[in-house]
């Protein structure tokens, strides 16, 4: 096995940490979004999602998983 250490730039990105069923995230990117429209910053590329829960281990209504959407400004 291998460790690769690497710095990357992620830019300006815009996260929520959600807490509940997997099937219930929109609506934490429903927040997401319109705090996005609030700062005039639009999306740039696709969201992605950070577990921190082990499903095995944790209640569904207690998961807990990072969304984070990159942004850019308006315009």
């Known amino acids: ?3 690769i250490f690497e710095e990357i730039d992620e830019g ?4 929520i940490l959600h807490i509940g069923l ?3 995230e929109p ?13 005039k910053i639009v999306e740039n590329g696709l969201h992605h999602e950070i577990y921190l829960s ?5 209640a569904s ?3 807990m998983t990072i969304l984070r ?3 850019k400004e308006r315009g």
């Open 1 to 3: 096995m291998s460790l």
């Open 12 to 15: 300006k990105r815009v996260q």
């Open 22 to 24: 997997y099937s219930t």
């Open 27 to 39: 609506e934490s990117l429903v927040k997401m979004r319109k705090l996005m429209e609030e700062k």
């Open 54 to 58: 082990d499903p095995w281990m944790v």
């Open 61 to 63: 209504e207690k998961m």
């Open 69 to 71: 959407q990159h942004v």
